[in-house]
């Protein structure tokens, strides 16, 4: 079994001082120079699937439609690429220089330094396929079958001389998809038009599938199938050391940055689950999910299938409830603060505990308390919206998921940014846990001053 856990505790602190924004995969750029020939690597669009979930979707959106959570805090708005007419006056080799180089006039960081260049054209990849679809590549493959393999090869390689060869990726990631849609609708030397002949939606589908034909990888995941892996374990109530009975349980399935299924069973007398007939696929995820007493969550680790393992062994706890928050501490506060115009950029780092045998459930609506400084804008807690989890109010916001007992189960990651007059800002703040570890990090102060009232806190 490897285990996959992706909660992530954010020791590098320097990460938080992008504020109140997170990078983009790519804005719009003067075009830039083509990469060099040894970067133009085939790439697998489903393995830039995670790099674009964790790197692009907080600016862009999980769907490429510029409308991530970060988005509203970017000067210029995100690069829409899950819209195939914004992507398709540049081509593959235009977006992977403007990934790789950065364009910080528009607030894109340059991902060179921190991934490969493999990484990058699969991330550019996955990009690209969010402005298609399989239905649409299914209608392509039928067309390209019909009008274009007889010349192009139905493998794109070619079947007559002096046809390009559609599946030589360095060729095909130089020409921008309208440039393809120009040739295809209206000829290009020995090449006929099919304007007349094909509608614009086959046209482009044409266009989408010859693309496939020079990639590692498919576009899309195919339909999960059976297995022979099973997933099974014990829920168990950790307050009362028995067994939990009669608990529905889900199964879910995923992939590098989506869930692709679920399954459901109950729990036995005994408390023991069991989901047979999975898929052993080492890139898929699985994590177990159950609630108790009634709307309490909680999950077991992600895990995976290891080459050759057919069984793994899952248990997760539950536990009873309380509405005494005096077993609720912070392990760990973090200050992080830089300044821009006039505004206070400020990120703030709660790792939180619970002692005991119960999970905490507040007053069975709003969990834990967080007090801000009046003024507060452009307010951000998880990169999740507000008024779901996190609702904002007069003095602060409110987490509304009860908090189950062990040492770090929660961690909380706001950014806001706080307006001042002239020179001197007066910033305090308070947390209603206590706290064993608090620490203020204070970029660029120049002329102002830093005074700490709080004995605990170190600068």
Not at 210 to 225: D, I, M
Request: aromatic share 6%; with cysteine; charged share 15%.
């Amino acid at each position: 079994m490897r285990l996959t856990r992706t909660i992530v505790i954010a020791l590098a602190l320097v990460a938080l001082l992008v504020l109140p924004v997170s990078p983009a995969l790519a804005q719009d750029n003067p075009t830039p120079a083509p990469p060099a020939a040894t970067e133009i690597l085939p790439p697998t669009p489903l393995n830039g699937q995670g790099s674009f979930a964790q790197n692009c979707a907080p600016c862009h959106g999980a769907t490429g439609q510029g409308d991530g959570p970060s988005a509203s805090g970017l000067s210029v708005p995100p690069t829409a690429l899950g819209d195939r007419a914004t992507m398709a006056n540049r081509s593959p080799q235009d977006w992977f220089s403007i990934t790789k180089n950065g364009n910080m006039a528009r607030m894109m960081p340059p991902w060179g330094g921190r991934l490969s260049d493999q990484e990058i054209w699969d991330t550019v990849a996955y990009a690209w396929s969010l402005g298609a679809t399989q239905d649409e590549v299914d209608q392509g493959r039928a067309v390209y079958e019909v009008n274009c393999a007889s010349c192009h090869g139905a493998d794109g390689k070619p079947a007559q001389p002096g046809v390009p060869d559609l599946t030589d990726f360095a060729a095909t990631s130089a020409a921008s998809n309208a440039a393809w849609d120009q040739v295809v609708s209206q000829g290009k030397g020995a090449m006929p038009g099919f304007g007349g002949k094909l509608s614009e939606a086959e046209q482009r589908a044409a266009v989408t599938y010859a693309r496939t034909l020079s990639l590692a990888g498919p576009l899309f995941r195919a339909p999960l199938t059976g297995g022979t892996g099973v997933i099974s374990g014990t829920i168990s109530n950790a307050t009362t050391g028995q067994p939990a009975p009669n608990l529905s349980v889900e199964l879910g399935i995923f992939d590098q940055a989506s869930q692709l299924e679920t399954r459901t069973t109950t729990t036995d007398a005994q408390g023991r689950y069991e989901f047979a007939a999975l898929p052993t696929d080492s890139t898929l995820a699985f994590a177990v999910r159950t609630t108790y007493p009634e709307n309490v969550p909680y999950s077991s680790d992600f895990v995976s299938f290891e080459e050759g393992e057919t069984t793994i062994n899952l248990p997760v706890l539950v536990y009873e409830t309380t509405d005494d928050p005096s077993g609720v501490r912070a392990e760990r506060v973090h200050y992080i603060m830089e300044f821009d115009a006039g505004r206070a950029l400020v990120a703030e780092l709660v790792l939180l505990s619970l002692d005991g045998d119960r999970a905490f459930v507040g007053d069975g609506n709003h969990v834990l308390r967080f007090p801000l400084p009046p003024g507060v804008q452009s307010l951000n807690v998880n990169d999740e919206e507000m008024g779901g989890r996190f609702v904002q109010t007069e003095t602060g916001f409110v987490d509304r998921l009860p908090l189950t007992p062990g040492q770090n189960t929660r961690q909380i990651v706001l950014r806001y940014a706080l307006p001042f007059d002239g020179t001197n800002l007066d910033f305090e703040r308070s947390l209603p846990y206590p706290a064993s570890n608090v620490n203020a990090l204070i970029s660029d102060l120049g002329r102002r001053t830093l005074k700490r009232t709080n004995p605990c806190a170190s600068a």
